[in-house]
């Protein structure tokens, strides 16, 4: 499943690439595109997508546990009843566009708000696929398939690379202040700062491929499901699930995606303020660094949550504490040095990703910062999400909602702070720093309370892996410090042979340090990854 989802997560970030390099970071034509991208995701999370983890999951193993056809029928519903909602918010969400739109992005200019609505009427009916798609998902991984939904994205990256490798090829590039060779000045991606003109071809091939990207996506879960031997169909009556007890559970799990959408919404708004390219820069680095959490912490994350969910049900808390702790050790282990090396090597990082094509120079160095100060994030982020995983399994959605909440206050609080007191560009800067310090409130306050409700959180352990992790990530850090003081690089190949010297170089310090702290769970991963290497 981590094959599948670095596969997944390589291919995102081609996707990344392309579109910077194919509509210009730093233009006002992507900061526009992306914001009308994130609507859909951020629509369908405040409806159902919350569910997902916290309520859906759970329900679907508790069927396939006690219903005598294992489910079936109660999965059929639950999948109904999905597409019958979200076919109705779909409707919904494209005529309230434009207030979505102003929602997100007040700092656009008038020409980019016309744009970003006609875009995200073409996105939005996304929210329904996604939907499918999710929820199909968990069908299959309650009976223990998790490789489809996790090759699924694959597919949607792959048609949105090749929709930005045809709008780069037709539409070709621009030089400040000019046109694109060989068509109008509207057909090609905006100088920095200037305009969103696009043609009809051009809007119609970003519009419907970045859309036929997630139809794909679905039909594979699909695909699957049917392939497994779950009769995939519609019920026209989707009673039968206990749409009161979801509804219920579903109230608090409602306030914790209003209060997490509410923080996304905070920072976005906050980067819109920043200038041309500011939307673009948080979230690309935003992407970068949800990289290893995606792969390392969600097929963790995604593994456990079914067996906890069993664990919790059978009343076997203790279990529920040693799934808890050990998938918190073994994500802490990879996402350390990551984050160190974020923190070190983040303009370097974006300088060798992201400064080709139209890209601005200047959007690549905020672009560099904010991924440095996403470093301080990684941490304290995947160790919650862990966490939260265990209340989801004891089925208490009311704390985690409440946390949440208490998470989102303190990150939108910190993206005012950052929006108030940082000058123009610099504000973006400080929104990962918003996001740390929510974050290790939300994880602390979520250890306290699991720690009351199981008895007890494996603190020795936890606490005696944090510290040997600590120094093996210091020692780590110092060898790849010193790569960056010897290069000192000021171009693209610099910031390359920076950022290659500095990973093998900190991996090494790294591993040594980690093998004389004797840590056993990065020597875990190694004899999994490579099993012949038994000196470990």
């Known amino acids: 499943m981590a094959v599948a989802t670095l596969a997944s997560r390589v291919a995102g970030f081609l996707r990344i690439l392309v579109l ?277 912490a969600v097929s963790v994350m995604t593994a456990i949550l079914p067996r906890l969910s069993q664990y919790a049900a059978r009343g076997e808390r203790q279990r529920v504490t040693t799934g808890l702790s050990r998938a918190v050790r073994t994500a802490l282990v990879v996402m350390a040095p990551i984050a160190a090396a974020f923190l070190l090597l983040g303009p370097h990082i974006a300088t060798v990703l992201f400064a080709h094509g139209n890209s601005s120079a200047a959007t690549v160095r905020v672009l560099g910062l904010v991924l440095a100060g996403f470093g301080l994030t990684l941490v304290p982020f995947t160790s919650y999400m862990i966490l939260q995983r265990g209340l989801y399994a004891l089925q208490d959605t009311r704390t985690s909602a409440l946390i949440t909440a208490l998470v989102a206050a303190v990150g939108v609080a910190g993206c005012a702070a950052a929006g108030f007191l940082l000058p123009g560009e610099e504000i973006v800067i400080g929104i990962p720093v918003a996001y740390a310090l929510a974050y290790t409130v939300g994880l602390n306050v979520t250890a306290l309370v699991l720690r009351r409700r199981l008895g007890y959180l494996d603190g020795r352990r936890l606490l005696r892996t944090h510290v040997r992790v600590l120094v093996a990530t210091a020692a780590g850090a110092g060898c790849a410090g010193l790569v960056v003081w010897a290069v000192n690089a000021t171009t693209w190949a610099g910031a390359f042979l920076t950022v290659t010297g500095a990973v093998l170089a900190g991996a090494v310090g790294y591993l040594a340090a980690g093998r004389l702290m004797r840590l056993a769970e990065l020597r875990h991963l190694l004899n999994l990854a490579l099993p012949g290497l038994r000196t470990w």
């Open 20 to 296: 910077a390099a194919a509509l210009g970071l730093g233009s006002r034509l992507l900061d526009t595109y992306n914001v009308a991208n994130t609507l859909p995701n951020a629509v369908y999370e405040l409806v159902v997508g919350g569910t997902m983890a916290s309520i859906v999951v759970p329900l679907l193993t508790r069927a396939a546990l006690d219903e005598p056809d294992g489910g079936v029928l109660y999965a059929q519903r639950l999948l109904s009843l999905i597409v019958y909602v979200l076919g109705a918010v779909t409707v919904l969400a494209i005529v309230v566009a434009p207030w979505l739109i102003d929602l997100y992005a007040p700092g656009f200019t008038a020409e980019q708000r016309e744009l970003a609505i006609v875009f995200s009427r073409f996105f939005l009916p996304q929210i329904l696929f996604y939907g499918l798609s999710a929820t199909t998902s968990a069908i299959l991984n309650t009976r223990g398939r998790f490789a489809a939904g996790a090759w699924a994205p694959l597919c949607n990256s792959v048609i949105v690379i090749a929709v930005g490798l045809t709008y780069l090829a037709v539409a070709g590039s621009t030089v400040a202040g000019g046109s694109a060779p060989g068509g109008p000045a509207s057909a090609g991606p905006p100088a920095e700062g200037g305009g969103t003109g696009l043609s009809t071809g051009h809007l119609l091939l970003l519009g419907l491929g970045t859309t036929a990207g997630v139809v794909a996506q679905t039909v594979l879960v699909l695909w699957a499901l049917s392939r497994s031997g779950f009769p995939v169909r519609l019920r026209l009556d989707p009673r039968g699930i206990g749409i009161r007890r979801i509804g219920k559970l579903g109230v608090w799990v409602l306030l914790a995606v209003v209060a997490s959408q509410t923080l996304t919404a905070a920072a976005t708004r906050a980067a819109s303020w920043a200038g041309p390219g500011g939307v673009t820069a948080y979230q690309n680095a935003s992407a970068v660094y949800l990289v290893p959490y995606a792969v390392i």
